[in-house]
């Protein structure tokens, strides 16, 4: 390529060279007339010079069309030397111009000017040959341009028979290709095509392509145009239709439908609003074609409102001997939860109406929440509902959905109210904790609005679009862990604890209920098979580890089963067994748990502890270990952080009685200290064990046993208080199930000792202590220094410390 120097062009351009006119987004062909608008300055210069020297431009078409200043590799090499035949310079600086290409012409060499860009060129004149295969090709394309054209609609007929008319291969090929509307590429292509034969191949190939899309497109056309004929139709039709029923009076079956509708409407007992409402939507599907989408809409709707009971109600059985003879039939203890219902019953009797009581039963699995509830319904005398609220996400399934949407259906509590047909159900919400968040809403932040005895007689369904009143639903609520709660949700409902059953617990219910069950469920007779007190304890003790009577209703009815395969085996229905613990090892095989039991033997160091679980208590042991060292603590058995600091405090508190204990000074700082808590593969925290990890230390340094028929709980100071805890009555019964004899528990807890089962109470000696001298005088056998409290002011000491029930 060569470089024209700054401010010179030649007056006569070199032989062979013309200006060059880059196009965008258009191929020219030869014997083509085309008009173009221009306003690039270059190709405006090239234009001028074209018109004062003979008139001719090369016009080549730009690979990327959006580049503005083309240089050589952005043009093609191949182009069409054409010849200018109109120009005008339109108002706005650009330029109208018609150019019929000549023939076809090779770039050869650019040169570049400051006003415009001219061409070294090669003309390539068309290379044609007379032959039948030329002839046969052209009548095809012919033919194919036709269809084309007939496919199209875009090109007129006396175009296509003018070009029938063309002789010429080459230019015939090129006319033809110039209509069709391709790829710039492909017109490149054909345009880079010198020889006639190959040309009129390719074209013939490109045509047939385009002709199969043109008819996909029509067949797309057709489709699209008989479907919309066809509701075009149908719309015709029903228009008629409502036109002839109109002058016949209306058609029988929906005239009966509405006026079932309206007599429904007036049966109903409905709101004044809800009666507006749904006379406004029966005046609207009178007016509607009964085969619309919109009528079965407005019909499904008026049809949720007729059915719901809006104040059809059950009758309270105000008889409180009969509902509590109810509840103790159902259910073993929960005592709490019974006073509150016949509480409940008791106000009804004096007042009138009162507000439903909302209740959330907050438990571990399997203790009978979920049960209670319908035997709540049975002994007032109510319907029951269940809604199980576990993994609901979506703000809708309580509030209902918008009739807006297809599908569209009320909320869990109002399906449910229209499933009972009664407006003051029982109805429980179970797993409230098990609900969760996403994109559609919260449905427990809807559910404030149910459960608020302030709103909920008011309630907001959002397919209704009406109030209705909750507030005479006795809603009960159930829940595993409330924290998982939201507080406003747990703020508006009374709470009532269930905690997990004890062992003779889960034997009186098994005795009293599940085994009743499973004897009917295997087809047994009640005197066929016979459970020892014994067997029911091994089975709760040592194949079942739970809150709740789940896993023991499971494990009793594997015992069963093996029954009646036994008795069907033997062909003797009327033999009868007796299940002890033998046979429960015999038919349930290994022991799957154990239990702690206490030391035979009184040993320094290690002390008796008590611990709560959600499957109830447990012996927890906690050893004490010193050696020689440099005052390091080493505290182990995967303990929480809580259970860790309750450790440091109870170091602190030995050290700081040093004297008391009959120790030196720094005896600290030549031993180590290894604080270990047996079962190392369970977590524990809390700071409950504070004062056994204290008296394990006392005995470790002091080498003094501990007493083995004791055990202990509580929570230890700096100054050496016993801060009260959690999980009493679960812990006494570990205490007693170990053989322990004796507990000490904080002074505070002493009020809690009357929620103790009284079989637990006559079997140990609970002995109040509210400092932990007190602790280390119970607890250290042998000759241990007598403490004196009396003038110590950071406690009180009760007199009567040994409380014996």
């Known amino acids: 390529?060569?470089?024209?120097?700054?401010?010179?062009?030649?007056?006569?351009?070199?032989?062979?060279?013309?200006?060059?006119?880059?196009?965008?987004?258009?191929?020219?062909?030869?014997?083509?007339?085309?008009?173009?608008?221009?306003?690039?300055?270059?190709?405006?210069?090239?234009?001028?010079?074209?018109?004062?020297?003979?008139?001719?431009?090369?016009?080549?078409?730009?690979?990327?069309?959006?580049?503005?200043?083309?240089?050589?590799?952005?043009?093609?090499?191949?182009?069409t030397l054409g010849e200018v035949v109109q120009m005008l310079k339109l108002p706005d600086g650009t330029v109208k111009v018609l150019v019929e290409g000549k023939v076809r012409a090779r770039l050869v060499d650019l040169e570049y000017s400051d006003e415009c860009i001219f061409a070294q060129l090669q003309e390539l004149p068309d290379q044609a040959t007379d032959s039948p295969e030329q002839e046969a090709l052209m009548r095809s394309v012919s033919s194919t341009f036709e269809s084309y054209a007939n496919l199209s609609k875009k090109i007129p007929p006396e175009m296509v028979t003018s070009i029938a008319a063309v002789e010429e291969p080459g230019r015939f090929a090129d006319t033809i290709v110039a209509h069709?509307?391709?790829?710039?590429?492909?017109?490149?292509?054909?345009?880079?095509?010198?020889?006639?034969?190959?040309?009129?191949?390719?074209?013939?190939?490109?045509?047939?392509?385009?002709?199969?899309?043109?008819?996909?497109?029509?067949?797309?056309?057709?489709?699209?145009?008989?479907?919309?004929?066809?509701?075009?139709?149908?719309?015709?039709?029903?228009?008629?239709?409502?036109?002839?029923?109109?002058?016949?009076g209306e058609k029988d079956e929906f005239k009966q439908e509405l006026r079932e509708l309206e007599e429904k409407i007036e049966k109903s007992r409905m709101s004044k609003e809800a009666v507006e409402k749904a006379s406004a939507e029966l005046r609207k599907l009178k007016m509607m074609s009964p085969m619309s989408a919109e009528a079965t809409v407005v019909r499904n709707y008026i049809d949720w409102l007729v059915a719901l009971p809006w104040r059809k109600g059950t009758k309270d059985q105000i008889d409180l001997i009969k509902a509590e003879k109810i509840l103790d039939e159902d259910h073993y203890g929960l005592e709490k939860v019974k006073e509150r219902i016949l509480e409940y019953l008791a106000v009804q009797a004096l007042v009138k109406k009162i507000k439903g009581p909302i209740l959330c039963l907050v438990g571990p699995p399997g203790v009978g929440k979920t049960s209670l509830g319908r035997s709540v319904a049975r002994a007032m005398g109510r319907k029951f509902v269940r809604v199980?609220?576990?993994?609901?996400?979506?703000?809708?399934?309580?509030?209902?959905?918008?009739?807006?949407?297809?599908?569209?259906?009320?909320?869990?509590?109002?399906?449910?109210?229209?499933?009972?047909?009664?407006?003051?159900?029982?109805?429980?919400?179970?797993?409230?904790?098990?609900?969760?968040?996403?994109?559609?809403?919260?449905?427990?932040?809807?559910?404030?609005?149910?459960?608020?005895?302030?709103?909920?007689?008011a309630f907001g369904d959002h397919f209704l679009d009406v109030d209705y009143d909750l507030s005479s639903v006795m809603f009960i609520a159930t829940a595993n862990n409330l924290s998982a709660v939201p507080g406003p949700l747990r703020d508006r409902m009374e709470v009532i604890r269930i905690e997990g059953y004890t062992e003779e617990e889960k034997v009186h219910i098994a005795e009293r209920y599940l085994l009743p069950k499973q004897i009917e469920t295997h087809g047994l007779k009640v005197d066929q098979v016979k459970f020892s007190e014994a067997a029911l304890l091994e089975i709760v003790r040592r194949y079942t580890r739970e809150a709740g009577v789940r896993n023991l209703e499971r494990e009793i009815a594997n015992v069963f089963r093996k029954i009646a395969r036994e008795v069907v085996k033997a062909g003797q229905s009327g033999q009868k067994y007796q299940v002890g613990v033998l046979q429960i090892k015999k038919f349930l095989g290994v022991q799957r748990y154990s239990y702690g039991i206490k030391e035979e033997e009184h040993c320094v160091g290690l002390v008796n502890g008590l611990a709560w679980t959600e499957v109830g208590g447990e012996l927890l042991t906690v050893e004490v270990t010193v050696l020689p060292g440099k005052g390091k603590l080493t505290v182990t058995g995967k303990l929480g952080e809580v259970m860790r600091e309750s450790a440091q405090a109870a170091l602190s508190y030995v050290r700081s009685r040093w004297d008391k204990l009959g120790l030196e000074d720094d005896f600290y700082s030549k031993i180590d200290i290894h604080i270990h808590v047996p079962e190392g593969a369970i977590p524990k925290d809390g700071p409950s064990a504070g004062i056994t990890m204290a008296t394990a230390l006392a005995s470790a340094l002091t080498g003094l046993s501990v007493d083995q028929n004791l055990a202990m709980t509580g929570e230890i100071t700096l100054r050496g208080r016993v801060l009260p805890i959690g999980g009493l009555k679960e812990k006494l019964l570990a205490s007693k199930r170990a053989g322990i004899r004796r507990?000490?528990?904080?002074?505070?807890?002493?009020?809690?000792?009357?929620?103790?089962?009284?079989?637990?109470?006559?079997?140990?000696?609970?002995?109040?202590?509210?400092?932990?001298?007190?602790?280390?005088?119970?607890?250290?056998?042998?000759?241990?220094?007598?403490?004196?409290?009396?003038?110590?002011?950071?406690?009180v000491l009760n007199p009567d410390k040994s409380v014996h029930h």
């Open 743 to 795: 507990v000490l528990i904080p002074q505070e807890n002493e009020k809690n000792i009357e929620e103790v089962p009284m079989t637990i109470r006559r079997a140990l000696k609970i002995i109040p202590v509210a400092h932990m001298d007190q602790v280390l005088d119970e607890a250290i056998l042998g000759n241990f220094p007598v403490v004196d409290v009396s003038d110590r002011s950071d406690f």
């Open 180 to 248: 069709l509307t391709v790829q710039i590429a492909d017109k490149q292509d054909m345009l880079e095509e010198l020889a006639a034969l190959p040309r009129l191949e390719r074209l013939l190939a490109l045509m047939e392509r385009e002709v199969e899309i043109l008819q996909i497109e029509k067949k797309i056309r057709n489709r699209v145009k008989s479907q919309m004929e066809r509701s075009q139709k149908e719309y015709y039709l029903n228009e008629q239709m409502r036109a002839i029923q109109k002058e016949l």
């Open 388 to 457: 199980s609220l576990g993994g609901v996400r979506d703000e809708a399934e309580i509030r209902g959905h918008r009739r807006t949407y297809i599908g569209a259906m009320p909320g869990k509590v109002i399906q449910g109210l229209r499933k009972v047909g009664m407006r003051n159900p029982v109805f429980l919400l179970d797993e409230v904790d098990k609900m969760s968040t996403d994109f559609r809403g919260d449905p427990s932040s809807a559910l404030l609005e149910v459960l608020d005895p302030e709103q909920n007689h």
């Open 1 to 79: 390529m060569t470089e024209i120097s700054d401010n010179i062009m030649p007056e006569v351009p070199l032989t062979g060279s013309c200006p060059v006119l880059p196009l965008r987004d258009i191929v020219i062909f030869p014997h083509m007339v085309t008009p173009l608008f221009v306003g690039r300055p270059r190709s405006i210069q090239a234009l001028e010079y074209a018109m004062e020297h003979g008139k001719q431009v090369l016009l080549v078409t730009q690979r990327d069309p959006k580049t503005d200043d083309p240089l050589a590799d952005d043009l093609f090499e191949l182009g």
